[in-house]
């Protein structure tokens, strides 16, 4: 197809401006052993890239190349002249020779000492921050960006599949990977134009989207932002790159001495500016490194040209190859912006060769720079709620006028492929179930039913209980939203249901008005942080998968009426208004409370009226949607969270006043090269007489899963208090120890260790207050425990064992648990 392309530019222009060349094969020694990062480029050309583990390559040009060259330290370099544009398969074989008398060669390792390419490494170092746009105040620049995802490896079987029975004709669109020859099916395509402002003094930058299209999904908010999270933006100079969650080490990296080897292979003249190319490769396997070559300028000592590989032994799910490549454009003698970004991943089940997967591709050009023209303070002013319809409505003209650069005929006709697939009945139906499994709802028409995963439950009160419910859904972005369920359980023999609504009153500011009615049963505390959440689902009908029996259950009628709004991006405050009453939901636990001085008269229920107000802050959070309801992308961000409530005596029969003051802090730290740590604390405390039903119950974990924010070697209501502090500290090493383990080293496991604890006390008076079938115990010498952890268990599973540390010789304690979790990760 691409052959086409080419033939009609070639007519139009010259006959060798869009010539092609392709060579593929494999690089070994005079043992006919492969030889890994090798390089091989064109002669007289930066065009070029390192063998892989096995020794083998692929290269493509648009260009005529007459001549390859092959080189790797300690082996003699090697010229192969060829003799057709297309050579697959070749098998090249270098000789030993002298090794190059700046480097020694020691058990495949490169010295670090008297070593040319490091010394042009520590050169890069001091000059990176004088490169590109940091050399000044502020900068401007137009972007466009092109995201495509492609099925790969596609062979006659494939194409024979039932899967495709009756969408044959997507295979008019096959086309070969310029990077590994194989064949690929586009399958998704998303362009994006945009204006890019940004103050290296203040450190803001902010990005207009002026056009936007997608192929088969119109807007599709969901699936754009999930699409560009998996490519979140880099910069090469930085010592650590983030991708999928992970951070690499940069081969530019200050720390990179300790991870690559790097040898310095060749100079040359690029764009009238002398440069030298460095190959690079990973001193050891297993980490998350990158191998690969550069060009950088023998004066300035800017990157000219980088290629970037992930080693296939990297610690790293899903993800069978990476590769990226970015060009940068002499603007003057000092100034090298990038101007050209691309960036491929190979999504698949595992790393072999034969295995089919999805090309996931970005392409992002840059031009039309301008410098030093300040722009006001107000200007780098998050929206909170904005969204411009017409940027998703362009015409074919508009884009045929404005891409920085042409699609190719196959790319064009995946727009025309998509919109056929959408008019296919089988398309349609494998599109629904993907929706129903990623959301959790199945659609009918202005309705969702749902959640799903939500429908069957047991508890040891309710039994066997079935959960039915459903949404109002008009599209993605509705001003307002219903949502209802009814449940039974089969033991205790009663309904249970919930009802909530909400309205986006201004959308400027995201003002939201939001009330419902919730009868369930309910584990007072699962959390320590209250929320008025009517329809969230609590641990009470998760009993299946609980260690030991649980009865300690309450019996909830809670009504409530808020109102947030969100003046500054990621600020919101919220007022709101609460009633409940509580009840014990088991005939073995109460929630009784004496009601006089001579502790003589028993209340069994608890009646509430509460007003609250809280502030949420939630900086770095990418939200989807501007509707009512918005999703959350996935990616780590801290969060600060406060609220003040105050419960009022006699209000609505309302039996108690008192102040509850709340904090909770979180913050993810990246620890370069080291994995993440989570640090997590939250502290409070009531003033006022409260009974059991009101005071701050410290979380525990009676379930064999790891659930957040609670203590897995604790029992419900082991502790109980009016005022707490409490820490968690988890940090995830990612492999980083077990990849130095031979024999440990290709499970690609994940280390965890983490460390809780929590101090607190109990009133006199509240003790006093409590006539239930708990003896309260409150942490006043502080409770802590610490666990191990190993993640990434065939790719889906952790397993966490946990030890207590004090406190162990309480009746019915757990001083060791191992608990596990399932989840997909990167």
């Known amino acids: ?41 064109f002669k007289n050309s930066s065009e070029g890239v390192i063998t892989n583990e096995n020794g083998r390559f692929y290269l493509e040009s648009t260009k005529n190349h007459a001549v ?34 700046e480097v020694v060669l020691v058990s495949g390792k490169l010295s670090k000492k008297n070593n040319p390419a490091i010394d042009i490494l520590r050169k890069i170092w001091a000059r990176k921050r004088l490169n590109g746009l ?56 998303n362009e994006s134009i945009s204006e890019v402002y940004g103050n ?26 999930f699409v560009k999270d998996l490519y979140a933006d880099y910069d090469i100079y930085d010592n650590y790159l983030k991708f999928f969650d992970k951070d690499f080490v940069s081969p530019l990296s200050r720390t990179g001495i300790e991870v690559y080897n790097y040898a310095l292979t060749d100079s040359m003249f690029i764009d009238n500016k002398w440069c030298y190319n460095i190959v690079y490769y990973p001193r050891r396997k297993g980490e998350l490194t990158f191998k690969g070559d550069f060009w950088v300028n023998d004066s300035t000592y800017a990157i000219k040209s980088i290629n970037m590989a992930v080693s296939k032994t990297a610690n790293i799910n899903w993800i069978k190859e990476i590769y990226i490549e970015q060009e940068f454009d002499v603007v003057n003698d000092s100034v090298f912006l990038l101007k050209r970004d691309h960036m491929m991943s190979d999504f698949a089940f595992n790393k072999k060769e034969e295995s089919q997967g999805v090309y996931g591709k970005r392409t992002t050009l840059y031009k039309n720079h301008k410098f030093n023209e300040e722009k006001p303070k107000e200007f780098y002013k998050e929206e909170i709620n904005f969204i411009d319809n017409s940027v998703y409505n362009k015409t074919d003209e508009f884009w045929a006028e404005n891409r920085f650069e042409s699609l190719s005929k196959d790319e064009l006709g995946v727009y025309k492929m998509l919109d056929t697939l959408q008019t296919v009945k089988k398309f349609k139906k494998m599109y629904r179930l993907v929706s129903i499994l990623g959301s959790g709802y199945i659609e009918f028409n202005k309705f969702d039913f749902g959640p799903i995963f939500s429908t069957v439950g047991y508890s040891d009160v309710e039994g066997l209980r079935l959960r039915v419910g459903g949404r109002t859904y008009f599209g993605r972005n509705d001003p307002w939203r219903i949502q209802a369920y009814t449940a039974y359980g089969f033991k205790d023999d009663q309904v249970k249901y919930g009802l909530s609504g909400k309205i986006l009153l201004n959308p400027k500011n995201r003002l939201i008005l939001e009330g419902g009615n919730r009868r369930d049963i309910e584990q007072l505390g699962a959390n320590l942080t209250t929320t008025n959440n009517v329809l969230g689902r609590s641990f009470a009908s998760t009993g299946l998968f609980m260690s030991g029996s649980n009865t300690n259950l309450t019996s909830i009628n809670l009504s409530t009426l808020s109102m947030n709004i969100e003046p500054v991006k990621n600020l919101t405050f919220e007022f709101g208004l609460t009633y409940r009453t509580l009840k014990s939901a088991s005939e ?49 961000y801290s969060r600060f969270f406060v609220s003040y409530s105050k419960g009022y005596e006699g209000v609505l029969e309302s039996d108690f006043a008192y102040d509850k003051l709340q904090f909770y802090f979180k913050k ?60 968690q500290l988890e940090h995830h090493f990612l492999g980083r120890l077990f990849s130095r383990i031979p024999g440990v080293r290709k499970l690609n496991l994940r280390e965890i260790v983490s460390i809780k604890g929590v101090v607190g006390s109990i009133s006199e008076e509240n003790i006093l207050l409590n006539a239930s079938t708990l003896t309260y115990l409150a942490p006043e010498k502080p409770y802590w425990e610490y666990g191990f952890g190993v993640g990434n268990i065939f790719k889906v599973f952790r397993i966490d064992c946990t030890w207590r540390g004090n406190y162990r010789n309480l009746p019915d304690t757990n001083n060791f648990t191992i608990k596990g979790s399932f989840g997909f990760y990167f």
């Open 668 to 727: 993810p730290i990246l620890v370069g090269g080291f994995g993440r740590l989570n640090v997590i604390t939250e502290a409070g405390k009531t003033f006022g007489a409260v009974p059991l039903g009101l005071l701050s119950v410290i979380p525990g974990n009676q379930s064999y899963f790891i659930i957040d924010n609670t203590f897995n070697n604790l029992n419900f209501y082991e502790f109980v208090s009016d005022q707490y502090a409490t820490f």
């Open 200 to 225: 290296n003094l203040t450190k803001k930058e902010k990005e207009i989207t002026k056009a936007n299209k997608n192929s088969g999904f119109s807007n599709n908010q969901q699936v754009i932002a």
């Open 68 to 101: 390859l060259v092959i080189s790797f330290i300690g082996y003699t370099p090697k010229e192969l002249v060829l003799e057709k544009s297309v050579s697959y398969n070749l098998k090249i074989k270098l000789a030993e020779g002298e090794t190059l008398r």
């Open 134 to 189: 940091k050399q000044f105040n502020q900068y401007q620049f137009d972007k466009y960006e092109k995201i495509e995802f492609d099925l790969n490896t596609i062979d006659s079987a494939t194409m024979k599949s039932k899967l495709f029975k009756g969408m044959e004709f997507v295979f008019e669109q096959m086309d070969t990977s310029a990077i590994t020859g194989k064949t690929y099916l586009p399958i998704f395509i």
């Open 1 to 41: 197809m691409k052959l086409y392309s080419v033939l009609i530019v070639f007519m139009l222009f010259t006959a060798s401006l869009f010539a092609q060349t392709k060579v593929s094969g494999v690089v070994v020694d005079e043992k006919n052993e492969p030889i890994p990062f090798a390089n091989v480029y």
């Open 588 to 636: 073995t636990f109460s929630l009784d409370y004496y009601t006089d001085a001579s502790r003589t008269t028993v209340q069994s229920d608890v009646k509430q009226s509460e007003m609250s107000f809280s502030v949420d802050y939630t900086p770095g959070r990418k939200s989807i949607g501007y509707g009512v309801e918005r999703a959350v992308v996935d990616s780590p």
